[in-house]
C-alpha cells in the first residue's frame, strides 16, 4: 500500500518540476562552440589555455562533471621529470619540462613547482642494467641523467637505508636533478583561471552523458546534464573515462581502468629532500611543503572505476617504504584516496584524431601524466588547431596499436606505468 508520505510527496514534486524542464527545454543545442574539450582536469584546462593563448581559438568550453580537479589531476603524487626511455617519449615529456620551468610566470599563478630531484632505486642486477638503460638513452636524448652508487643516493637523501643486509638493498638510481613536484591543485587552478579571462567557458556539474553526430557521422554536439551543447570538435580529455565517453561515440578504445592510490602521513619537519621512486617495492615517496610524506602506492589489480583503492596494496607499500627508510616506522598515515588512471597496452598516451570525424583523444596517460600536462595541452591545443597532430605527439597515434607501433614504456615508473 501506498501511504502518504512526504517523501513521496517531494519525489513527485520534483520529477513533475523535471518533467515540466523537459517540455521547456529545446532539444536543439542552445550554444554552440569551436571546440568542446570533455574533462576539467590539467590536460582539458591545459589544452583549452592554450587554444585560446596561442591559437585564438577562444569559442571554447570545458566540461566537468564534477569540480575541476576533482579527478587524477588534484588526487596524483606530482611527480614531474622527463626521463622516458624512447626518444618519442622522452621528446614530449622533456617539452613538457621546460614549460614546467617557466609555467608560474606564464600563469602569474605560483604551482609551487619544486626542481628537488627525482632518483630511481635499483635493488636488484636487472633493476639496475634497466636503470643504466634509461640514463644513457636520456644523455643521447639531451636530457639530464646521472646514474649514482649507493654512497652517493645516500649522499642525496640521507634517510635511505643503504646497509648491503637490508631487505632490499640499495645497488643503485638514477637520478634526473631538474624533476621534482609541483602543487596540483595550483596548476588547475592556474590553467583554468587563465583560460576564462581569454574567454573559455569552464561549466562544472556538467556531465556529458551522450555523443551527437550528423547524417556523415560527424560529431556535431554532446548530450549533458545540463543540455545540449553543439560543437564542431569535441576533445576527449577524461583519463579514466575516456572509454566510456569514445564508448557513447561508437568507438572502442584499447584502455583499462584502474584504481592507483596515494597516501600522506602527519606532517613532519623536513626530513625528505628530494623524490625517490622504486619500481621493484612499486612505491615512491615525497615530502610536502606543508611537511607530510606524500606517498604514492601500486595501481589495484583489477580494473574497477572506484576511486579507492584496495588495503593490501597500501599495506605492502608501506612495509616496503619502512624497510627503505626505517625513520618511518613510527609515522601516522593521515588521509588515502585513489584515482582512476587509464592505462594503454603499451604505457603510453592516445593523442591525436579518431576515425570518427571531429572527434579527438587525449587520454592513456595513465599512472604518469601529471608531468605531462603543460606539454600535452600545448601540443595538443596546436593539433586542433591546425586539423592534424603536432609532430611531437604524432608518434601517440591511435593506430599505432593496429599498426603495431608500440612505445613500450612499461618500466617508466614505480607503478607498472
Ligand atoms: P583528470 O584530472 O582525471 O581529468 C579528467 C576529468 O574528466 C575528471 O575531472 C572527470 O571528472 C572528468 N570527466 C569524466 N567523465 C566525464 C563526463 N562524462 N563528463 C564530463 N566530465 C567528465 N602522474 C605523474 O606524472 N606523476 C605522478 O606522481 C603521478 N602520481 C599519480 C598518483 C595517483 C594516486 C594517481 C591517481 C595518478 C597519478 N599520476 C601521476 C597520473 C596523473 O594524475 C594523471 O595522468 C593526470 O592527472 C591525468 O590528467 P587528466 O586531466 O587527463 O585527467
Ligand atoms: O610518472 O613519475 C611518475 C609517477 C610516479 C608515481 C606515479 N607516477
Redesign the pocket.
Known amino acids: 500500500m501506498r501511504g502518504f508520505s512526504f517523501l513521496r510527496i517531494l519525489q513527485e514534486s520534483v520529477s513533475g518540476h523535471r518533467g515540466w524542464r523537459e517540455q521547456w527545454r529545446s532539444p536543439e543545442p542552445r550554444k554552440s562552440y569551436d571546440v568542446v574539450v570533455?574533462?576539467?582536469?590539467?590536460?582539458?584546462?591545459?589544452t583549452a589555455y592554450y587554444l585560446a593563448a596561442e591559437h585564438g581559438v577562444r569559442n571554447v568550453a570545458v566540461?566537468?562533471?564534477?569540480?575541476?580537479?576533482?579527478?587524477?589531476?588534484?588526487?596524483?603524487?606530482?611527480?614531474?621529470?622527463s626521463n622516458y626511455l624512447f626518444e618519442e617519449s622522452a621528446a614530449l615529456y622533456e617539452h613538457s619540462l621546460k614549460l614546467w620551468e617557466g609555467l608560474s610566470r606564464k600563469l602569474n599563478y605560483n604551482v609551487m613547482f619544486s626542481q628537488r630531484g627525482v632518483m630511481a632505486l635499483g635493488h636488484t642486477v636487472t633493476d639496475v642494467q634497466v636503470i643504466k638503460r634509461h640514463v644513457h638513452a636520456n644523455r643521447l636524448a639531451g636530457i639530464d641523467a646521472e646514474y649514482l652508487d649507493p654512497r652517493q643516493a645516500k649522499a642525496f637523501c640521507p634517510i635511505l637505508d643503504i646497509s648491503r643486509d637490508a631487505r632490499y638493498p640499495v645497488l643503485g638510481a638514477s637520478l634526473q636533478r631538474r624533476g621534482g613536484?609541483a602543487r596540483?591543485d595550483a596548476v588547475?587552478w592556474g590553467y583554468a583561471r587563465a583560460a576564462d579571462a581569454l574567454g573559455v567557458d569552464v561549466i562544472e556539474n556538467?556531465?556529458?552523458?551522450g555523443v551527437r553526430r550528423d547524417a556523415r557521422g560527424a560529431v556535431s554536439g554532446?548530450e549533458?546534464?545540463r543540455g545540449a551543447i553543439g560543437t564542431g570538435v569535441l576533445a576527449l580529455?577524461?583519463?579514466?573515462?575516456?572509454s566510456?565517453?569514445a564508448g557513447?561515440a561508437g568507438l572502442r578504445l584499447p584502455i583499462e581502468s584502474f584504481?592507483?592510490?596515494?597516501l600522506v602521513s602527519e606532517p613532519v619537519k623536513p626530513v625528505m629532500p628530494c623524490?625517490v621512486m622504486s619500481n621493484t617495492i612499486d612505491a615512491?615517496m615525497s615530502q610536502s611543503d606543508k611537511g607530510e610524506l606524500v606517498i604514492?602506492?601500486g595501481t589495484d589489480a583489477y580494473p574497477s572505476y572506484g576511486q579507492r583503492?584496495s588495503f593490501q596494496v597500501a599495506s605492502s607499500t608501506l612495509d616496503s617504504l619502512c624497510e627503505l627508510f626505517p625513520v618511518l616506522r613510527r609515522l601516522r598515515m593521515m588521509r588515502s584516496?585513489?584515482?582512476?588512471?587509464?592505462v594503454t597496452p603499451d604505457r603510453s598516451p592516445i593523442v591525436g584524431p579518431t576515425p570518427t570525424p571531429g572527434l579527438w583523444l587525449?587520454?592513456g596517460?595513465?599512472?604518469?601524466?601529471?608531468?605531462?600536462?603543460p606539454g600535452?595541452g600545448h601540443l595538443f591545443a596546436a593539433s586542433l588547431a591546425a586539423g592534424r597532430p603536432h609532430t611531437l605527439v604524432a608518434p601517440f597515434g591511435l593506430d599505432r596499436f593496429s599498426a603495431g607501433r608500440l612505445i613500450d614504456e612499461a618500466t617508466a615508473?614505480a607503478?607498472s606505468h
Open positions: 570533455v574533462g576539467g582536469g590539467g590536460h582539458g584546462l591545459a566540461l566537468e562533471k564534477g569540480w575541476i580537479g576533482g579527478g587524477n589531476s588534484g588526487r596524483n603524487t606530482t611527480i614531474v621529470r613536484t596540483h588547475v556538467c556531465e556529458v552523458t554532446v549533458t546534464t580529455v577524461a583519463a579514466g573515462h575516456s566510456v565517453l557513447m584504481p592507483l592510490q596515494a623524490v615512491y604514492g602506492a583503492g584516496w585513489a584515482g582512476i588512471v587509464d587525449n587520454c596517460w595513465g599512472t604518469g601524466g601529471f608531468k605531462a600536462i600535452s615508473a607503478v
